[in-house]
């Protein structure tokens, strides 16, 4: 967090003379609050080089705020210059830039640090997507589910990847690998076999025992359809 700077704007102590008519108060003490009304009283305040403790502010001699330096992370704050009974006058840092610049990314980009939350209404609302400009469609999307979706720009996403079970994630559409798979699992099946243990291969190799056997597990495993004769 950081320290924001207050006052040596047009910040002035104003009281009510003849006929309702503004007067300036220099030599006011002010009070710093966190709401227009009830809230708590801000002491926290240091003088002008951001570290030395503010024991009061007090208006200039010409009734104008001095500059000040809020509490920690504040950036607003109701100043009261009636001993606390108010009117309180709301008023916002003066360096407000530098709160944006801290806290909000452009929006032509930028770097984000931290965890990021998005709490929405359905499994199935948008978290995030991307496209270039010119597309049509969103090239990619993400929904609170976790479920990615992916596309060419030019036509609705075709591609996607999501947790289809208990430790278990599925995609509807083709993955291909471009290196080694290796798989740690105890079992496996394919061409929507049943996943398997894997088989072991009995039998002599004399004979058809052994080769009855290959077949058996290989067709187990989903990687063959067995046609073969006695």
């Known amino acids: 967090m950081a320290r924001y700077r207050f006052g040596g704007v047009a910040d002035y102590v104003v ?27 801000h002491t926290d305040l240091t003088d002008t080089d951001g570290t030395s403790p503010l024991a009061s502010l007090v208006s200039d001699a010409t009734g104008a705020v001095p500059q000040f330096f809020g509490p920690d992370g504040v950036t607003e704050l109701y100043l009261d210059a009636n001993g606390g009974a108010g009117p309180r006058r709301r008023t916002v ?4 830039r530098s709160y944006v610049d801290a806290t909000f990314l452009p929006l032509s980009g930028g770097t984000r640090t931290g965890a ?13 997507a991307s496209l270039v400009v ?3 469609f969103d090239r990619y999307r993400r929904d609170a589910s976790g479920r990615q979706d992916w596309g060419s720009g030019a036509a609705a996403r075709d591609t996607n990847l999501y947790r289809d079970a208990a430790d278990s994630l599925k995609t509807d559409d083709s993955f291909t690998i471009g290196q080694a798979l290796k798989h740690l699992g105890g079992q496996a099946g394919f061409y ?9 291969v009995t039998g002599s190799r004399g004979g058809n025992a052994a080769l009855g056997s290959l077949i058996t597990a290989l067709t187990q495993l989903g990687l063959i359809v067995d046609n073969t004769t006695a």
Do not use: E, M, Y
């Not at 840092?93 to 407000?96: H, I, P, R, Y």
């Not at 990021?116 to 995030?128: E, F, G, K, N, Q």
């Not at 929507?192 to 072991?200: L, S």
């Open 15 to 41: 009281g009510l003379g003849t006929g309702n008519a503004a007067l300036l108060r220099p030599g006011v003490t002010v009070t710093c609050w966190s709401a227009d009304f009830g809230g708590t009283q």
């Open 93 to 96: 840092t003066t360096n407000l």
């Open 116 to 128: 990021v939350t998005a709490s929405l209404s359905a499994a199935t609302s948008i978290v995030d």
């Open 134 to 136: 010119t597309d049509g």
């Open 192 to 200: 929507g076999a049943a996943p398997v243990a894997r088989p072991t």
